[in-house]
């Protein structure tokens, strides 16, 4: 069992930048493949990015790539979302996820934060 507590979240300006972070419990967060996903309201959760369990592949929405960066110390049962150029359409609710089937379906993720709140003013 491995919980998740995400942190980072905020207001901020158009073009600026967050970084998030989720805190993993347990000793087996470097068991498990990572993701982030977001939610904006009236709309479904959608990928943002994911990590394999080494940290050495990750992948991307085509909306955010260039622009955000996943990372992970597993060291530190820590996985990190990097945000820059932020946009008003970036703002929803940003959960971090983890054990996918699928990394880029929210449906067959394990286990689940609770979200942090972004918003991006334009």
């Known amino acids: 069992q491995v919980q998740l507590v995400e942190s980072g979240g905020g207001l901020v300006q158009a073009g600026g930048s967050l970084r998030l972070s989720c805190a993993a419990s347990g000793r087996t967060f470097s068991s498990y493949v990572m993701g982030w996903f977001r939610q904006a309201p009236g709309k479904e959760r959608e990928f943002v990015a994911a990590i394999t369990r080494s940290g050495t592949n990750t992948f991307y929405a085509s909306s955010v790539k260039g622009r955000f960066t996943i990372s992970r110390d597993n060291a530190k049962n820590t996985l990190y979302l990097e945000m820059s150029s932020l946009r008003p359409e970036d703002t929803a609710v940003y959960y971090c996820?983890?054990?996918?089937?699928?990394?880029?379906?929210?449906?067959?993720?394990?286990?689940w934060g609770q979200g942090t709140q972004v918003t991006v003013s334009s």
């Open positions: 996820a983890g054990d996918p089937r699928d990394l880029y379906r929210y449906t067959t993720y394990t286990y």
